[in-house]
């Protein structure tokens, strides 16, 4: 049992590229999220997805694009990079209890730095 | 106002001494209320949940819930300096299950 799993872990971008960020999960959860993580920041959710083909905007979607087309799989996709969008970003995955999302579990994060 | 409010310390306490760590939260309909522990370069994980005012233990860690003044604690008892690490609060409120996240409390336990 893998839990969330995220690649690359780390990554050089240069502004004006575009890339992907991976993140599956084992879980069979149907909420799925992305955060990212400014230094000595908490986390502000980017976007999420309560289901196979359901994606919404969170607190800091400008610059971001979700998919989400299998339970197990979100991707987020960046294009245009700028040096405002280097930070840790994680994902990570929840099910319902009793009509109330549960637990969050992460993954372990991808360092993106954009020069 | 920030949705979720945590003092960013560092809170410095002594090794076996209680650990007291403090959120409040703007949102009077939020339901769920958990406490995150990130050590440094690493990914969040669960300490505790709490979905009923009162308290409730798990170990060393003791959650404290208030919602009337709206606001949510965490007691770690004996402290190691393992538990040295950033405690981060997080508030479920809104129609489609909003999480926020508070920015975190930097805990140091000294030996």
């Known amino acids: 049992n893998a839990g969330v799993t995220q690649t690359p872990k780390f990554r050089i971008l240069k502004i004006g590229q575009s890339m992907t960020l991976q993140c599956t999960q084992d879980m069979n959860h149907n909420y799925m999220y992305w955060y990212r993580q400014d230094p000595g920041m908490g986390l502000k959710l980017i976007y999420y997805s309560v289901g196979a083909g359901i994606t919404d905007k969170g607190e800091v979607p400008n610059g971001y694009n979700v998919s989400r087309s299998t339970t197990e799989d979100f991707p987020l996709r960046l294009e245009l990079a700028a040096p405002s969008q280097t930070s840790v970003y994680f994902c990570?995955?929840?099910?319902?209890?009793?009509?109330?999302?549960?637990?969050?579990?992460f993954g372990p994060g991808t360092r993106l730095t954009v020069l | 106002q920030k949705e979720v409010e945590q003092n960013s310390g560092p809170l410095s306490v002594p090794e076996g001494a209680i650990a007291s760590l403090n959120c409040t939260y703007s949102d009077r309909v939020s339901q769920s209320f958990f406490w995150y522990r990130q050590y440094s370069g690493k990914s969040p994980e669960l300490i505790m949940s709490?979905?009923?005012?009162g308290d409730k233990e798990d170990g060393r860690f003791t959650a404290q819930l208030n919602k009337a003044s709206q606001y949510v604690s965490l007691l770690i008892r004996d402290s190691q300096p393992s538990d040295s690490a950033t405690y981060l609060c997080a508030v479920i409120s809104g129609g489609y299950q909003k999480v926020t996240f508070g920015t975190g409390t930097k805990l140091q336990v000294i030996p």
């Open positions: 709490i979905y009923s005012n």
């Open positions: 990570a995955s929840s099910s319902l209890a009793g009509g109330i999302t549960d637990t969050q579990y």
